[in-house]
Structures are given as C-alpha cells and as structure tokens.
C-alpha cells in the first residue's frame, strides 16, 4: 500500500513527519543540511536571542545503566562497537545545559537560515525570550525567509501572563506561523493552551525538565560544567511526561501539536500521534546516533502504518484519546488472561509477580494465573514480551 507522510502544519508543508530539534543537532546551517540528507522532513533550528549565549564546558551527559565498570570492562574485551551500543541504545536520558545559540542573530539571518533553506525544507526558526527581545528579533528573522517560528518559554516558564505577553507582541509582529514550545513544567497544560491559543498557530511540546543533578561516582564531582553543576533531563525518560503534555494541549486547541520528548524510534512518533500529535521532534535521539536517525525512524512509522492498513499519520491521529477515561476504570481485581500460544514460558511475568499470582506450569510450560491471589496490578501484562497476557477491554 501507498504510504503518504508529507504533512501540513498551520499551512507549512513538511516532507514527512519527523523534525529537527531546537539543540545541537540544528546549531547552524551545515548541521541543518546535514539532518536534511539525513531524511528529515523540516527543519527546527537552535534557539536564537539578542544576546549570544556563553555556554558552560562540558554541557551534555548521558545517563545510562551500562557505565557500570563490569559493562564497560566486557565491551572492551569484545569489541568497541559492542561499547557504543550499550551507550547509545542503553542511554535513557541526557542531562544538558547548553541555553542557546551561542552565535551572534546576525550571523543566522546572514548565512544560516539561507544555508539551511538552501535544502529545499520548511525551516522553523526557534527564539526567545522576552516581549522586547521577539519584538526585535522577530521581524528580522521572517526577512531572512524562515516559514514559521517556535518560541521557547523555557526561561518564563510557566507565568500564564508572561507567557500571554510574549505570544500576543509575536502574533502582532510576523505573519507567519508562530508555535509555542511548551514547558513541562506547566501544570494544567489543557488550560493553558486554551488561554494562549488565540495568539498562536500550533504547539510544541515539551523542553527538558529540570534542573537535574547527576553525580560520578568515581569522583564524588557532577560531569557537567554550569552553575551547580545542573543540567536539564531529555531522551527517553522524558517521554510519557511528552506524551501526557502533548494529550492535554490536543484536547485544549484544534490547532497542529508537534510533539518532543524521547523519540528514537517510528513506535514512540506513532505514540505521539495517537495522541494528537502531527509530527515530532528528534534531538538526543539525533546527538547519540546521529543524523542519519530521522530517515531511520521515518522508515519505521512507514513500516508500521503499513502493517496496520493505514495509509498516512492522519489514520492515527488523535485516536488515543478517546480511551483517556475521565473516571477511574474500576477498582475490582480482574486477573489477565493468558494466550497459550503466544505464551514462551519465559517466566518473566512469574519473576515480576510480587503477589506470588502467576507461575509457569510445569506441565504445560505456560504461564498460570491465580486468581485468588493476583491483585490485578497489570505489571505481567505489560513485562510480557509476547503480549501472552491482557486484560479484557471493553470496546
Ligand atoms: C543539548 C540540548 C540543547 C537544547 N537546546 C534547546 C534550545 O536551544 N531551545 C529549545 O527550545 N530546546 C532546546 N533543547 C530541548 C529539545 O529541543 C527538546 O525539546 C528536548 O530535548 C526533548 O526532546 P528529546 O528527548 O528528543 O531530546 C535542547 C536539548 C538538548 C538535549
């Protein structure tokens, strides 16, 4: 079947769904083009103020389980490559204080933005912070023929009336497309979308969520260079705080969400979509195997959409949330039930169990419930890697 992924968002056409990030991987326009041959279908780029940033050293550090001596110590004996797919692959998270671009605005409106439209892709400029500084920067930055811009809220954070202020002074100095790149650290974000909506044209959610503190201990020192040593938490920890920000801005406005937050693979973007979202961003997914991982991923949404009969993204938007019960589901114990045939007899479910419900039988080496004891947690149900185990659903 025919797979369409080209998208619109508030009138900007995108080659496919999945996006650059504000962030190193879109620091200028050579790493821009570079993502384009990396099969991106638009370009976000670094955030942008009046004032280059000054930059802390060192600014990024991936969290991962597999820097634990023992691992690092096999990779070694093996085989490099066997190392960076541990780092890589096993990284759950990345702490980072990079703030913004620490080029000059100048430079981007004289070489970068035309260095990265020279790609043929829709190009979203990033800026912030103040009403003052997006009333000057602003303007500019559409001369420079950008298609639309995000605006980052990262350091006004969650004031609904600073926020206001900012969204109205950008609505009033471009015409094109403006997005709001929402913090996560919002909390009712339903509500805010709908106080904010009238200013801007689609939603961007999340940024990274902080400050965090991250300590070697080997050192007894934190690896990352800024004030306190803090940096801010993104990757694929971060990812079912996106994917609850991104489902309550879709239920706040009916303008496009472009969600953030731990994409590495077309399951989690196709996750994003159900919902609501209309395409997604890449940013320590792209840092930790590089440029090449949107065409990556992008291949995979393909690949899945295909093997469920759909034909675009737009058969999976928003498809979620309907399922989002506004009450709790029930509080009865309702044991799962097992499909023997999916059913390895890995035992997995047994060994997670802590109410010592479910067991393999040794006879017929498939897994058994016991519905006396099981509590109806849900933990077997989704350790299952063969998806042996459900809960009945009602419709
Ligand atoms: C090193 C680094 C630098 C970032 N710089 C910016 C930035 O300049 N502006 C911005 O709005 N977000 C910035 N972000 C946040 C990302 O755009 C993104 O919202 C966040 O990292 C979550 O996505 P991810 O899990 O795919 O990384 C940065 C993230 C990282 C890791």
Not at 83 to 108: P, T
Not at 197 to 207: E, H, K, P, S, T
Not at 275 to 293: H, K, N, R
Not at 323 to 349: D, F, K, Q
Request: net charge negative; glycine share 10%.
């Amino acid at each position: 079947m025919a797979i369409d992924l080209t998208v619109d968002i508030a009138g900007i056409p995108l080659k496919n769904p999945v996006l650059t990030a504000a962030g190193p991987t879109s620091r200028d326009g050579e790493t821009l083009a570079e993502a384009a041959r990396g099969g991106v279908g638009g370009l976000v780029a670094k955030t942008i103020s009046v004032k280059p940033a000054e930059v802390p050293r060192p600014n990024m550090q991936t969290l991962d389980r597999g820097k634990s001596q023992w691992l690092l110590a096999t990779a070694m004996q093996h085989q490099i490559v066997h190392l960076e797919r541990i780092q890589v692959r096993g990284a759950y998270g990345l702490l980072n204080h990079e703030l913004w671009s620490d080029k000059h605005y100048q430079k981007w409106l004289d070489y970068e933005y035309p260095r990265a439209k020279e790609t043929g892709l829709a190009l979203i400029a990033s800026m912030g912070y103040t009403p003052d500084e997006l009333k000057k920067l602003a303007p500019l930055v559409q001369k420079a023929g950008v298609d639309g811009i995000e605006f980052s809220t990262h350091y006004i954070e969650t004031d609904p009336k600073v926020f206001n202020d900012v969204a109205k002074t950008l609505k009033e100095s471009v015409d094109i497309p403006i997005f709001a790149k929402m913090s996560p650290h919002v909390k009712d974000l339903t509500v805010f979308t709908k106080a904010v909506d009238r200013y801007v044209d689609g939603f961007v959610a999340i940024n990274t969520l902080g400050p965090c503190l991250h300590i070697d201990i080997e050192t007894g020192r934190p690896l990352l260079g800024g004030p306190g040593g803090v940096g801010w938490l993104s990757g694929p920890a971060i990812k079912p705080l996106a994917i609850r920000a991104v489902a309550d801005i879709a239920r706040g406005t009916t303008k496009p969400v472009i969600g953030v937050g731990g994409v590495s693979t077309g399951a989690d973007a196709i996750e994003f979509f159900m919902v609501g979202a209309s395409a997604v961003q890449v940013c320590t997914a792209a840092i930790l195997e590089g440029q090449s991982v949107y065409g990556r991923i992008v291949t995979e949404i393909a690949e899945f959409l295909d093997s469920h009969g759909h034909t675009s993204t737009e058969d999976v938007h928003g498809i979620a949330l309907k399922h989002l019960p506004s009450e709790t589901l029930r509080i009865e114990s309702l044991p799962p039930t097992v499909n023997e045939e999916a059913c390895s007899g890995c035992g997995l479910c047994s060994k997670s169990c802590i109410y010592s419900a479910i067991a393999v039988n040794a006879k017929t080496t498939k897994a058994q419930v016991n519905s006396e004891l099981c509590y109806g947690c849900g933990v077997c149900v989704s350790i299952c890697p063969h998806r042996a185990l459900s809960f009945e659903t009602s419709g």
